[in-house]
Each structure stands twice: as structure tokens, then as C-alpha cells.
């Protein structure tokens, strides 16, 4: 019997890489958002912590929710040492607040929380003119060669991948991009106070650390394993030792108006 794997909790299938290849967020983020929202925080789709981390240190109380048992693991792991964290095994679908919150936050998840029910949830979690903080990471290849080989090789084995390739287009920081992102998740009246933050950074990975962090993703995570195996083989062989890569950290904030 065949178990179907949905997209949105395959990443708990490579927990540890997960936790060990991917980038965490910037510091200045978290003071960005704390400015604008102050504790107790709940999270939502924390994975293995990066973000739990971040916001833990600043001292509020954290309620950490993540559905998958393997990357929940690893985030009790991180955060044993935070007596300020609750690290909750749950969607946040099925989680039932037991206060009010003042911040909800999300990396990197929220676009698999389910569309009908997130922001009503989000507004139940929430006390009035709490902060909600969703944000992203985006990296490219810096060098244009590095780019074309990685689409030469999508376009071989898998043309229905589009792999980042530059950078955010939604004018973030200025109104426009604001009305734009709200427009697009389908942002309720129930939220207000608008604003986007753009954080850039850059870092440089081995090759083989950049093929790690591919295999971190949903969309090679549910290709078949020679398909996968092919896509990452010529990468490897064609990337060269190293990848430079561009950063954008996306934040956006909304305030539940009372």
C-alpha cells in the first residue's frame, strides 16, 4: 500500500539536513518585528527553530507550533535550553490557543497553512492590536554562469521546476508593495497597519551544501528518486565547488485592528 505524501510535511523526510543547510533570518528582523509587536508570540510551522531561536533570545514567551514529529524534534532540541519556549506538535489548524497572544509569527510557512481558515484563525490567536510577522528567505546564484547551468539542467530533467533566479519583484518597503502582498494572500479588513521590511544579505556555500539545500525543498522532495537523483548528479558536476548566493529576507506586517 502506497502512503501519499503531501507537499507541505515532507520536509520532516530530512530533518537534520534541513536544520543544518538552511539559512536563519536576520537580527534585525527580529527587532523590526518586536518594535512592532511585543510577547507572548505564537509561531506557526516552526520547523527546527531557526526563528524560534531568534525570537527566544530576545526573552518573551514562545509558543512553538509544528506538525511534523522529526522537525519538531530537532526544534526541542535547539530550544531546551529556552525555559521561555513551548515547542507544541500540531498544525496550527488544530492548535487551540490557551491565551491571547500579542505576536504571530511564521517563517517560511505560512503559504501551506490552509487559505480558507488562516487569517479567521490568526485573528482568534491574536488580542487586539496584536502583530502578525510573516516572512520569507529568497537566495539566488550571484554568478550568471552558475544560473545558466542550473537552468540548463531543470530544463534536462525537470522543466517544471523554476528554480530562484533573482531577486523579489514586489516593490517591499514602500506602500505599493504592502497593498500588493495583501492583495495577493487576500488579507481580511480585520487587519490593518500595513508594512514590508526587505533585509539582503549573501553567502557563500560549497556545492554540495547547495545541493543540500535544493533537497530541503518540497518541490525536489516529491520528484522521483532517479529524477531527483539526475538533477542533482549534473549539478554536482557542473556548478563548479562553490555557489555564491544573494539573500532576501521578506517581512510583512499586519496589526489585528481591535
Given at each position: 500500500m502506497t502512503t501519499q505524501r503531501i507537499q507541505g510535511r515532507?520536509?520532516?523526510?530530512?530533518?537534520?539536513?534541513?536544520?543544518?543547510?538552511?539559512?536563519?533570518?536576520?537580527a534585525e528582523l527580529a527587532a523590526d518585528v518586536l518594535a512592532y509587536a511585543g510577547g507572548p508570540a505564537l509561531e506557526v510551522g516552526a520547523g527546527t527553530g531557526k526563528a524560534t531561536e531568534l525570537f527566544a533570545a530576545s526573552g518573551i514567551d514562545v509558543v512553538a507550533t509544528e506538525p511534523d514529529p522529526a522537525m519538531a524534534a530537532v526544534l526541542?532540541?535547539?530550544?531546551?535550553?529556552?525555559?521561555?519556549?513551548?515547542?507544541?506538535?500540531?498544525?496550527?489548524?488544530?492548535?487551540?490557543?490557551?491565551?491571547?497572544?500579542?505576536?504571530?509569527?511564521?517563517?517560511q510557512a505560512w503559504h501551506w497553512v490552509d487559505k480558507e481558515v488562516r487569517w479567521q484563525r490568526a485573528a482568534a490567536a491574536l488580542a487586539p492590536g496584536g502583530g502578525l510577522a510573516l516572512f520569507w528567505n529568497v537566495d539566488w546564484p550571484a554568478d550568471e554562469g552558475v544560473t545558466a547551468r542550473l537552468l540548463a539542467a531543470h530544463e534536462r530533467f525537470a522543466p517544471h521546476i523554476r528554480p530562484n533566479t533573482g531577486p523579489i519583484g514586489r516593490?517591499?518597503?514602500?506602500?505599493?508593495?504592502?497593498?500588493?502582498?495583501?492583495?495577493?494572500?487576500?488579507?481580511?479588513?480585520?487587519?490593518?497597519?500595513?508594512?514590508?521590511?526587505?533585509?539582503?544579505?549573501?553567502?557563500?556555500?560549497?556545492?554540495?551544501?547547495?545541493?543540500?539545500?535544493?533537497?530541503?525543498?518540497?518541490?525536489?522532495?516529491?520528484?522521483?528518486?532517479?529524477?531527483?537523483?539526475?538533477?542533482?548528479?549534473?549539478?554536482?558536476?557542473?556548478?563548479?565547488?562553490?555557489?555564491?548566493?544573494?539573500?532576501?529576507?521578506?517581512?510583512?506586517?499586519?496589526?489585528?485592528?481591535?
Open positions: 515532507v520536509f520532516g523526510e530530512v530533518a537534520d539536513e534541513y536544520d543544518r543547510v538552511r539559512p536563519g533570518y536576520p526541542a532540541r535547539r530550544t531546551a535550553d529556552r525555559p521561555n519556549v513551548t515547542v507544541t506538535v500540531s498544525t496550527f489548524e488544530e492548535y487551540v490557543p490557551e491565551r491571547a497572544f500579542g505576536l504571530l509569527y511564521c517563517a516593490p517591499i518597503g514602500e506602500a505599493a508593495g504592502a497593498r500588493e502582498w495583501a492583495g495577493e494572500m487576500g488579507l481580511p479588513p480585520e487587519f490593518g497597519d500595513l508594512g514590508t521590511r526587505l533585509y539582503r544579505s549573501g553567502r557563500t556555500v560549497s556545492t554540495a551544501d547547495y545541493v543540500a539545500l535544493l533537497s530541503t525543498q518540497s518541490s525536489y522532495r516529491i520528484l522521483a528518486d532517479d529524477v531527483r537523483e539526475n538533477l542533482f548528479g549534473t549539478l554536482l558536476d557542473t556548478l563548479g565547488e562553490q555557489v555564491a548566493l544573494n539573500v532576501e529576507t521578506a517581512l510583512y506586517l499586519a496589526r489585528h485592528l481591535p
